[in-house]
């Protein structure tokens, strides 16, 4: 599957893409069960709603990678960094679930690679890439809740106030709408999608958690991605959104 110059020109503009039907029915089928079987072993709480996650080895989720390298989702990340590669930044994929019975709207968004114990950097990445397993097709059903542009408002901030800025206090986990004089980011919205699609998001898209009040069991499954050489040139990025984007540099 290949990208169009309009999802391209999407993604540069809003910081994320949809891309519909990447993935096969029988995949999906496949990684409903390896989920099943994750949530049965290790179970939510009793009484819990709304969002609980697993992050998992890549060895102990098969279904999952094989998903990402074998499925056309790695492939339609590699095409937004290109000539840059694009691997798992991290030795983990995630699960993310949300238990009907939570009636949420976001009020603001933040980034990822914060309030980690005893790290001195943020632990920054280049994409999300997500695989839907379920009709988010409305709001209300756990969707993504987004503030499109916002990629380009955390460039600014971070050319203005340094790329440590959400670094100093670090109960903000990536909120810099919590920041004194924080930048206006705009209106969110919840990522509308169907299973079987696949979610592109830049890394300094802020993103939140929205409730659901309509499935029984919300389930997502999320890829950190890095473009080669991401951590010798992760400051550089957090400054410059499309350092790494090439592609997307040239279609904007």
């Not at 029915?25 to 709304?50: Q, R, Y």
């Not at 990402?68 to 000539?83: N, T, Y």
């Amino acid at each position: 599957m290949v990208l169009s110059s309009g999802q391209i020109e999407t993604f540069g503009r809003d910081g994320y893409v949809v891309v519909p039907d990447v993935v096969d029915e029988s995949v999906l089928v496949e990684l409903d069960c390896e989920i099943d079987a994750l949530i049965a072993n290790d179970p939510p709480p009793d009484g819990k709603v709304g969002f609980h996650h697993y992050f998992q080895h890549p060895s102990t989720l098969p279904v999952a990678e094989r998903a990402l390298r074998d499925h056309g989702v790695l492939a339609l990340a590699a095409q937004l960094v290109a000539p840059l590669s694009i691997d798992l930044a991290f030795d983990h994929i995630q699960i993310a679930t949300s238990i009907n019975g939570w009636d949420h709207h976001p009020g603001g968004g933040h980034i990822d690679g914060y309030s980690i114990a005893g790290q001195t950097e943020p632990h920054t990445f280049t994409m999300l890439a997500g695989i839907y397993l379920g009709d988010e097709t409305e709001p209300g059903r756990g969707n993504l809740w987004v503030w499109p542009g916002s990629h380009q408002v955390h460039e600014r901030l971070f050319r203005e106030r340094g790329v440590e800025a959400l670094m100093n206090d670090q109960s903000m986990g990536g909120h810099a709408c919590l920041l004194d004089e924080a930048p206006d980011f705009g209106d969110g919205r919840p990522v509308l999608a169907q299973r079987g699609d696949v979610l592109l998001a830049h890394y300094l898209l802020a993103h939140n958690q929205s409730g659901n009040t309509w499935s029984p069991l919300r389930r997502i499954v999320y890829y950190r991605l890095a473009a080669s050489g991401h951590r010798q040139r992760w400051a550089d990025t957090q400054i410059d959104a499309f350092l790494e984007y090439a592609p997307v540099r040239h279609q904007r």
